[in-house]
């Protein structure tokens, strides 16, 4: 397909839903946070009150994902759950699901579904390995857990949610054991994404350097 797509892969909190974000903007391309995906049919089993250990059951209310977006807010059927999705518990359930390979086939198509006209940029765990395999641009976002932590921490303060740093590592290294370790589309760079490892760089430095490596090959 001609339509370009920015495939943007990373681990939690590394900043690549605010540079994807920056670069779709910026391009007039759509957007994909596919945690999103992940997260709000955590959300919808958790209120549909399935099992946790109910691969069926996960499988269906991930095929059954009723969900829309509107700029910055996310719907599940018509409530809107921008807030809901982002809590701790609802990162950690989908962490867990994310595991099942049901789930994430559920979530195969709605994914495909969002490179439309005129480019899509995406971001995840696995849109360079597995979704968007032949993408214009791959690009694997990293920084160090202690980065990556005072990045959260301060997000979660700023909206005057409570956090320690301690149990955000704690938190961030059992998700990333989690992504990376697990059988099916674990987290890892595509053989030809662009490293960019942002520890010391500002949300604007890796949002230019995404759009300057976008011009280069476009
Ligand atoms: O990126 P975010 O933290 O919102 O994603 C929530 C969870 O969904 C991640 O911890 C990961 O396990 C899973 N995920 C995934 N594949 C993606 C995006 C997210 O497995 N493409």
Same mark, same amino acid.
């Given at each position: 397909s001609k339509i370009?797509?920015? !495939? #943007?892969?990373?681990?939690?909190?590394?900043g690549k839903g605010t540079v994807a974000h920056q670069v779709?903007?910026? @391009?007039?391309? *759509?957007?994909?946070?596919?945690?999103?995906?992940?997260?709000?049919?955590?959300?919808? !089993? #958790?209120?549909?009150?399935v099992d946790p250990v109910d691969e069926h059951g996960l499988a269906k209310a991930a095929a059954a @994902?009723?969900? *829309?977006?509107?700029?910055?807010h996310v719907f599940l059927s018509n409530d809107d759950v921008t807030a809901a999705i982002r809590a701790e518990a609802v990162g950690n359930f989908a962490s867990r699901i994310a595991t099942l390979p049901t789930v994430r086939q559920a979530l195969y198509a709605l994914q495909l579904g969002f490179r439309v006209p005129p480019g899509l940029v995406a971001d995840g765990r696995d849109m360079g390995t597995v979704i968007f395999p032949r993408a214009t641009l791959k690009v694997f976002l990293t920084a160090s857990a202690d980065a990556r932590a005072a990045r959260r921490y301060k997000q979660l303060i700023g909206k005057g949610i409570s956090a320690t740093m301690h149990d955000l590592l704690k938190d961030l290294n059992e998700r990333d054991a989690r992504d990376a370790?697990?059988?099916?589309?674990?987290?890892?760079?595509?053989?030809?994404?662009?490293?960019?490892?942002?520890?010391?760089m500002t949300a604007e430095a890796a949002i230019n350097q995404v759009l300057a490596w976008y011009a280069a090959i476009r």
């Open positions: 370009p797509v920015i !495939a #943007i892969d990373g681990p939690t909190a590394s779709a903007l910026r @391009l007039g391309f *759509h957007y994909l946070d596919s945690g999103a995906l992940y997260r709000l049919t955590a959300l919808s !089993a #958790i209120r549909k009150g @994902l009723h969900c *829309h977006f509107n700029g910055e370790n697990r059988a099916i589309a674990p987290l890892k760079p595509a053989e030809d994404a662009y490293m960019l490892e942002t520890s010391d």
